[in-house]
């Protein structure tokens, strides 16, 4: 945190600063490292959060004695059970001051309870700088009049909000955006579409995939009111595989020569956290391809999403192959561990993996998309089911949901469960949410058990072999549900787990 600079001052340098994003400053990957600041933020955070002091207290530890990275590496992490729940939120604010804070957003719940999640005008400052980055990268902004539509839910939840102030800070930079909010019904956002893109160059619309996925079906069905090709979609909140965006880009037509469809990572307790760049979606999508060297790549058989990320804006690291970030906020996380599975990667050893896995990829680094590192994740393991112990991961229904054969009729938003029946056997289930105007017949539902089991064999081979052995107990059993049927599907379209 800058103790010194005012909001005024801290909005002023921003402005002024034209050198962030330099290309020679952000293909200079040991440059890049070497500022992130995650021990200046260590040492601030001891001797000026209350509650974080008291816990290195707790833990025995001087903060004196913390002078090297590998000394940063052993302090203990920090987590919602043994920090967030642990102290008050102002105890974990700077000076104990929960008014230095520039605003304050609710986590969605995603883990069953909300918390709330101060921040800094720095964070906004910092989000509004990497939205600037792979907003002209992807759609050059700059040079085109766009209509931006936030998509999110708003409320008090960070997505809608974190997006809305960035949008709003690159506004008054002087980028030709215009800025509207009609939440996450997708039917608002489509009237918000009809009634302003002639106007405009460029329409952009953020949101959760399943919502742009049906906003993008319906719009496709008036293709003779409005160029469709101008979409672009800027996706978060749930994963999504290549098969899903190659759908969506089809549906759109696209024109151009860069993706019009990317994604973001964040999360409520960091804010954003990781962007895709073109070299990312690439990579990404050659593994899909591939699926065998995602192994090598990242130590799994199943393909993460691929990100990179600013290490000056957040420190990130993988201790037990779960990822921690260390960042400044209104009340700043220092070695937080957020339960998301998978890990980080240089930039060089990716470009290492590429040239020794990927022959055909040796001009991919020639780009300028920088040299950050990358972040992958794969989620939570608590978000899968087991058919007889082997994991059923929410990835692999994704996958199937995403077959051609299946997209036009669903929305992508499932929940995927373990089920005990009347015979104490214990079943896997998914619920399927069924798109405007599709019933559920059974022609549907077996077509869709027959790709779910293809392509679960295809993603874990041990899946064969409990079919061959198991036989009907193996499958999953899949449960059709009407468009928003209140019981599982909210309006939101926010994917549920249980």
């Known amino acids: 945190m800058d103790m010194n600079a005012s909001p005024r001052q801290q909005f002023l340098a921003w402005l002024e600063d034209q050198s962030f994003f330099d290309h020679g400053v952000i293909s200079d990957e040991v440059g890049l490292m070497s500022q992130a600041e995650e021990k200046v933020l260590f040492h601030q955070a001891a001797a000026n959060v209350p509650a974080y002091n008291d816990f290195l207290k707790n833990a025995g530890i001087n903060p004196v004695d913390i002078r090297t990275m590998d000394d940063f ?47 800094t005008l720095q964070t906004e400052l910092a989000g509004a700088r990497q939205h600037e980055f792979f907003l002209q990268e992807f759609f050059e902004v700059n040079q085109r009049k766009t209509l931006v539509i936030d998509g999110f839910y708003l409320g008090n939840t960070m997505a809608g909000t974190f997006t809305l102030a960035c949008l709003q800070l690159l506004k008054l930079k002087g980028l030709p955006l215009t800025i509207t909010t009609p939440g996450s019904n997708d039917k608002d956002i489509i009237t918000f579409i009809h009634a ?42 749930q994963a999504f595989t290549e098969n899903w965006r190659d759908y969506l880009l089809n549906q759109l037509g696209s024109t151009v020569n860069k993706p019009t469809i990317m994604a973001i990572y964040g999360s409520s307790d960091a804010g954003l956290m990781g962007f895709e760049t073109l070299l990312s979606i690439r990579i990404r999508s050659c593994l899909a391809k591939q699926p065998d060297l995602t192994q090598y790549f990242f130590g799994d058989e199943r393909l993460p999403s691929l990100y990179v990320y600013d290490p000056r804006t957040i420190f990130l690291e993988s201790p037990a192959g779960e990822l921690c970030f260390t960042i400044d906020n209104g009340a700043p996380l220092i070695r937080y561990n957020i339960n998301d599975r998978g890990g980080v990667i240089s930039f060089r050893q990716m470009i290492s993996l590429m040239r020794q896995h990927l022959p055909d990829s040796q001009d991919w680094a020639s780009n300028n998309c920088g040299s950050f590192p990358f972040v992958y994740f794969f989620g939570r393991d608590r978000f899968m089911a087991k058919v007889y112990g082997l994991p059923i991961y929410s990835e692999y229904v994704q996958q199937a949901l995403n077959h051609a054969s299946l997209a036009p009729y669903v929305t992508g938003n499932f929940v995927l469960e373990n089920v005990e029946d009347d015979d104490h056997n214990i079943l896997l289930v998914c619920r399927v949410e069924l798109e405007q105007g599709i019933k559920a017949e059974a022609e549907l539902q077996k077509t869709m058990s027959e790709i779910f089991i293809q392509e679960f064999s295809a993603l874990s081979p041990l899946y064969t072999n409990f079919l061959e052995f198991l036989g009907e107990k193996a499958k999953p059993h899949i449960i059709l549900y009407d468009y928003q049927n209140p019981q599982y599907f909210d309006q939101g379209g926010s994917k549920k787990f249980t």
């Not at 920090?78 to 604010?93: E, Q």
């Not at 952009?204 to 469709?228: N, S, T």
């Open 73 to 119: 590496r052993q302090l203990p992490l920090t987590d919602k059970n043994n920090y967030i729940d642990a102290y008050d939120l102002t105890s974990r604010s700077w000076f104990g001051e929960l008014s230095l804070s520039h605003f304050i957003a609710v986590s969605s719940g995603t883990t069953g309870q909300p918390h709330f999640w101060p921040r």
């Open 196 to 237: 302003l893109h002639r106007e405009f160059d460029q329409t952009i619309i953020f949101g959760y995939p399943p919502i742009l996925k049906e906003v993008v079906q319906q719009v496709c069905q008036h293709r003779d009111a409005m160029d469709v090709t101008k979409l672009r979609l800027v996706c978060a909140g």
